[in-house]
């Protein structure tokens, strides 16, 4: 197969699924729940467990402190 081939094999399926996604209707749904699913934790428990994770999150770590850059990702 030559590459025109699977181009015109490429579009003519996307043309066919968008023409199936035309058909398909979505409602839009919201869900409220008597009870929040997630465990609210207050005092030095919730604290140092938020903590924990951050740091072991963090790409970099100087004692207590988390090392960033401020526009680093920007480079």
Same mark, same amino acid.
Request: hydrophobic content about 30%.
């Given at each position: 197969?030559?590459? &025109? ?16 996604l035309?058909?398909?209707?979505? &409602? !839009? ?6 009870e929040?699913?997630? &465990?609210?934790?207050?005092?030095? !428990? ?14 970099k ?13 920007? &480079?």
């Open positions: 197969m030559d590459r &025109e081939q699977i181009r015109k094999q490429a579009k003519e399926i996307l043309d066919k699924f968008s023409r199936a035309e058909k398909v209707s979505v &409602e !839009e749904t919201r869900v409220e729940r008597e929040d699913r997630r &465990e609210e934790k207050e005092g030095e !428990e919730g604290n140092s467990d938020f903590r924990k994770i951050m740091f072991e999150n963090a790409p770590r100087k004692g207590e402190f988390l090392e960033a850059e401020k526009g680093g990702w920007l &480079e």
